[in-house]
């Protein structure tokens, strides 16, 4: 479609240029942790690398759209390179499916881009706010997980701008892809990639929705039906207790057909329009009690009367469906200035066991999170630390200001790593180190490839010091 070319092999760094460079505070999307770091928004391949050069003692590392909750996309002291400048489509195969487009562009850029040409992104996590970088340095999973996989199953090559100064062509099958596929910008600056896309007929999904009266009730509907949806996620309500732990609300659903939009709506008639919504942002100054237990389990009773006992077929645009909260800017504000944590892990099969006791640990210590989801994942993909496996995944979202709440996690960090699962790196503020390898196995190949890909560590994170990445 465009024909903008993709970087040198070897950028020219005669004559740099001045990078728009800035020192500030850098947090995740939790707001924990700030720490202060340069701030470089590279408007060109040439100034990133310049960047990299220059990046100094302290080392630097690539941000995208600071969705990661945790201390993933900061580096105190050193360099943050702001890669959303770098923003354009490249180019769209619209026979076959694919796009070539820099790091910086976002999944919702994408979504606007392809979905009127009938194509949508392959993955997309519950915010379209984040980079194409960010998605592969993440290996980010969606509701489709089950059906499709992580993100970088669905890279056909990127660019990538290690430590030396080279651009590199990295594709899948070999050990530097499996290192940046769920890397967390480690390995270097992807600077393009080309990816594989998913057709679809119209921009409206169709969605099913049961309600599953505890966990045990939820867990086998998403056992018994999960094949039958492309999409599958289950809002789950960590304040119940007793007979109702674990209920939860099963949404699933699949791109609408054209013949499943009325005839003569508006949508029928612009099937492949993208359509958003956006209420006023949430303002600044919120105090950080709001959400209590009390106001929390008031909001899971009504979302859960309110959800039908099965509604089928109900169409919803692709933006409510997937993105609900991107419909509140800055929503992560309603937790006050202390922020809050994002607490993800996996279990795999057979250690229902140990999901039902961390459930109950949750609802035990009435932990006030109305964000809290279960999903079943498929097959893993190569990523060395990417972070799905088969089994159970919970994500649940807590004030930061929780008494306890650090010796709490710890202590589920232990049972989760007890029962051979992780936790997720993308929102992780606070795992200890120790437990890091039992968690991720191949964490010492990773660690290898690194000291001898970059043996200055050039790129380093605050969430890498943090681990002994
Ligand atoms: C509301 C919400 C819902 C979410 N839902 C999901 C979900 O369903 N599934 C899921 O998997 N995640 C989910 N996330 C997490 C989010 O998808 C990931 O953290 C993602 O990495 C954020 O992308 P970003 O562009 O904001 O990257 P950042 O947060 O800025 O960075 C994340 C990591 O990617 C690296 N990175 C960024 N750009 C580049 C680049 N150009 N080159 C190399 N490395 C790079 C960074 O160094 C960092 O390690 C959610 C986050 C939010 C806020």
């Avoid at 007929?201 to 309600?211: N, Q």
């Avoid at 007979?243 to 492949?272: C, E, F, I, K, Y």
Wanted: glycine share 12%.
């Amino acid at each position: 479609m465009s024909a903008d070319t993709v970087p040198d092999a070897e950028p020219d760094l005669d004559g740099a240029p001045d990078l728009d460079a800035d020192w500030g505070p850098v947090t995740g999307w939790g707001r924990t942790a700030p720490t202060a770091a340069r701030l470089i928004r590279p408007r060109t391949y040439e100034e990133a690398a310049v960047a990299v050069r220059d990046c100094g003692a302290r080392g630097g590392i690539a941000r995208g759209l600071g969705r990661a909750y945790g201390d993933a996309a900061q580096n105190a002291g050193g360099a943050v390179l702001d890669m959303t400048a770098l923003d354009r489509v490249h180019a769209i195969d619209v026979g076959g499916g694919t796009v070539l487009c820099d790091a910086g562009v976002s999944l919702h850029r994408l979504m606007e881009v392809l979905l009127p040409l009938g194509w949508f992104v392959p993955v997309t996590p519950g915010t379209r706010y984040v980079t194409v970088g960010g998605a592969i340095g993440a290996d980010i999973h969606g509701k489709n997980h089950h059906v499709s996989g992580s993100f970088a199953r669905h890279v056909l090559s990127l660019e990538l701008l290690t430590a030396d100064g080279a651009v590199r062509t990295v594709t899948p099958g070999t050990p530097l892809f499996d290192a940046t596929a769920g890397g967390m910008g480690l390995t270097g600056v992807i600077l393009t990639a080309t990816l594989r896309l998913q057709p679809v007929g119209t921009a409206l999904m169709s969605v099913d929705t049961e309600r599953a009266a505890d966990l045990d009730d939820l867990m086998a509907r998403l056992t018994a039906g999960d094949h039958r949806y492309r999409y599958s996620v289950a809002w789950i309500d960590l304040l119940a207790r007793g007979a109702a732990m674990g209920r939860a609300v099963l949404t699933r659903g699949d791109h609408a057909p054209l013949d499943a939009l009325p005839a003569g709506s508006r949508a029928r008639r612009q099937p492949l329009a993208f359509r958003t919504s956006r209420l006023p942002a949430a303002p600044d100054f919120l105090p950080g009690g709001l959400l209590s237990r009390t106001t929390v389990g008031l909001f899971n009773e009504l979302w859960y009367r309110k959800a039908p006992r099965a509604g089928r077929g109900r169409l919803q645009r692709i933006s409510t469906f997937f993105h609900p909260l991107d419909g509140v800017p800055h929503w992560n504000r309603v937790y006050g200035r202390g922020g809050f944590v994002q607490y993800q892990f996996v279990v795999g099969h057979g250690r229902e066991e140990a999901l039902r006791r961390i459930v109950r640990r949750i609802s035990d210590r009435r932990c006030p999170s109305f964000l809290a989801v279960l999903k079943r994942f498929g097959e893993a993909d190569p990523g060395w630390l990417s972070f799905p496996v088969p089994g159970w995944t919970l994500a649940l979202d807590i004030p930061a200001g929780l008494p306890g709440l650090g010796t709490f996690l710890d202590e589920l960090d232990e049972e989760v790593a007890d029962a051979g699962g992780r936790v997720y790196l993308a929102k992780d503020s606070r795992l200890r180190p120790e437990l890091l390898a039992a968690m991720y196995p191949r964490l010492d190949d990773f660690r290898a490839l690194r000291a001898e890909l970059d043996p200055r560590g050039v790129f380093v994170s605050d969430l890498a010091r943090r681990l002994a990445l």
